[in-house]
Every structure is written in C-alpha cells, then in structure tokens.
C-alpha cells in the first residue's frame, strides 16, 4: 500500500514540526519571561504557552505519550483560564 506510506510520512512529519512549534513556543514564552520581556499575566505571554501546548499535546497523543499529552491540555486550559481572569480583570478596571 504506497499510498498509504506517502500518507503516514507526511503525517508524521507534520506532527514533528508541530511539536517542535509548540515547543519553541512555550520556551520563547519562558525565556521571554525569565529575560523580563514578557510580565506572566499578559496575553502574549500565555497566549505562548496556550499554543506551545496545544501543539505539544497533538505531538504527543499522536505519538501514544499519553502522560505528557495530559499534561499540555492541563497547561493549556491554565493558559486559556489566565487569559479569560485576566480580561475580565482589565474590563472591570
């Protein structure tokens, strides 16, 4: 089946970019954070870790790690919390 070879190659490969995505993102979120660019609240700053771990976790349910996949969608709706509190916060002020 050759076809479905091509397929899983390139599938594969489109998963791998996007983890390794969502892992620069997350590590451009913390070095940006530890280098005082970014304050942990603002949108930038979660909107980083936001969309590290949602590619980090579509890397790793692909690749069956399911522990580390729970752990990015865990982060990620921490993420999305803080952006939600945080909006909220800058509305009511």
């Known amino acids: 089946m050759p076809a479905r070879d091509g397929y899983d190659r390139v599938m594969n490969l489109v998963i791998e970019i996007v983890g390794w995505a969502g892992a620069a993102l997350v590590l451009a979120g913390y070095g940006l954070l530890s280098a005082h660019k970014l304050n942990s609240r603002s949108v930038t700053f979660q909107m980083l870790n936001v969309a590290g771990s949602?590619?980090?976790?579509?890397?790793?349910?692909?690749?069956?790690?399911?522990?580390?996949?729970?752990?990015?969608?865990?982060?990620?709706?921490?993420?999305?919390?803080?952006?939600w509190r945080n909006s909220r916060s800058a509305q009511a002020a």
């Open 54 to 83: 949602i590619g980090l976790a579509i890397n790793a349910v692909w690749n069956g790690a399911i522990p580390s996949a729970a752990l990015n969608l865990i982060w990620m709706v921490i993420g999305a919390h803080a952006i």
